[in-house]
């Protein structure tokens, strides 16, 4: 009768040490997917962000090309006119 204790026993105690093991498992597996899927949201986020700040780039080009064709039709305007100006001036002192 030992005998047969004695294997049932190591038996039971190899099924609990795979079923505590199981157990630790099942917690990597469901801790792992807790962090992969933490990791997938921040690499969302990260690319939400990127792409808001490539439009504000592209947004501040657009508007810097537009204020410098501003500033140079204000340039060629203020040149015209002062030419002109001379022109008048030159005209009186003949």
Known sequence: MTQST????????????TEQ?????????KQ???ESEK????????????????KNVDDLVKNKNTIS????WILVALAGGSLTLLFKWI????
């Open 32 to 34: 792992r997917e807790k």
């Open 91 to 94: 005209e009186t002192k003949i």
């Open 21 to 29: 093991k199981l157990i630790e498992i099942s917690a990597w597996k």
């Open 39 to 54: 990791s997938e949201n921040e690499l969302e986020e990260t690319t939400e962000k990127v792409q808001s700040i490539q």
């Open 6 to 17: 004695i294997p049932m026993t190591a038996y039971s105690q190899k099924i609990n040490e």
């Open 69 to 72: 064709a501003v500033i140079r």
